[in-house]
T-cell receptor, first 113, second 111 residues
Framework: GAGVSQSPRYKVAKRGQDVALRCDPISGHVSLFWYQQALGQGPEFLTYFQNEAQLDKSGLPSDRFFAERPEGSVSTLKIQRTQQEDSAVYLC???????????FGSGTQLSVL | AQSVAQPEDQVNVAEGNPLTVKCTYSVSGNPYLFWYVQYPNRGLQFLLKYITGDNLVKGSYGFEAEFNKSQTSFHLKKPSALVSDSALYFCAVRDMYKLSFGAGTTVTVRA
């Protein structure tokens, strides 16, 4: 069966550009999470969806970051006016419910030049 | 807030030797603890979890973890390491509906 799919795998952006990162969770998974992983660090929580409802966005670093999951399946993380400090791997994870056992995608490595 | 700490950035062992990766936790209430592994260019994979019950938890790929309440620790162990166990290991704690991860420990198993 298909796992969590993220695209693109790599993204290079010029500073100031907008980017959109896509996550296809496992079919039927209610919970969806976005994490940011800087080089040499553990994943840091960004935001959480239960179906289409964004229940927590407390980890989003600034108002340049926006996430959506309009139909309760695919999710998009958008970063406006990218900055160099946004360079990181962005991980998406899904689960049947809550944070018991998360299934992670391979991530999108974002490099802002 | 719930948190975990991994005191070692790197662990190096010879193949066939025991492997231990350390994790300590700080929580209010009962801890829900996890271990994940990350292979190069791959997403994190679930290894095992502790919710309640037996202090020795068995997981995937021959790994186990020992929950110690008095020492607030949840160390990951494998009796006989393989070269293929070389990876990045993360301890995590459930904080309401999300997981909070440690900084990770790089394990290198030499042949």
């Amino acid at each position: 069966g298909a796992g969590v799919s993220q695209s693109p795998r790599y993204k290079v952006a010029k500073r100031g550009q907008d980017v959109a990162l896509r996550c296809d969770p496992i079919s039927g998974h209610v919970s969806l999470f976005w994490y940011q992983q800087a080089l040499g660090q553990g994943p840091e929580f960004l935001t959480y969806f239960q179906n289409e409802a964004q229940l927590d966005k407390s980890g989003l670093p600034s108002d340049r970051f926006f996430a959506e999951r309009p139909e309760g399946s695919v999710s998009t993380l958008k970063i406006q006016r990218t900055q160099q400090e946004d360079s990181a791997v962005y991980l998406c994870a899904s689960s049947p419910s809550g944070a018991e056992k998360l299934f992670f995608g391979s991530g999108t490595q974002l490099s802002v030049l | 807030a719930q948190s975990v700490a991994q005191p070692e950035d790197q662990v190096n062992v010879a193949e066939g030797n025991p492997l231990t990766v350390k994790c300590t936790y700080s929580v209010s209430g009962n801890p829900y603890l996890f271990w994940y592994v990350q292979y190069p260019n791959r997403g994190l994979q679930f290894l095992l979890k502790y919710i309640t019950g037996d202090n020795l938890v068995k997981g995937s790929y021959g790994f186990e973890a020992e929950f110690n309440k008095s020492q607030t620790s949840f160390h990951l162990k494998k009796p006989s390491a393989l070269v293929s166990d070389s990876a990045l290991y993360f301890c995590a704690v459930r904080d309401m509906y999300k997981l909070s991860f440690g900084a990770g420990t790089t394990v290198t198993v030499r042949a």
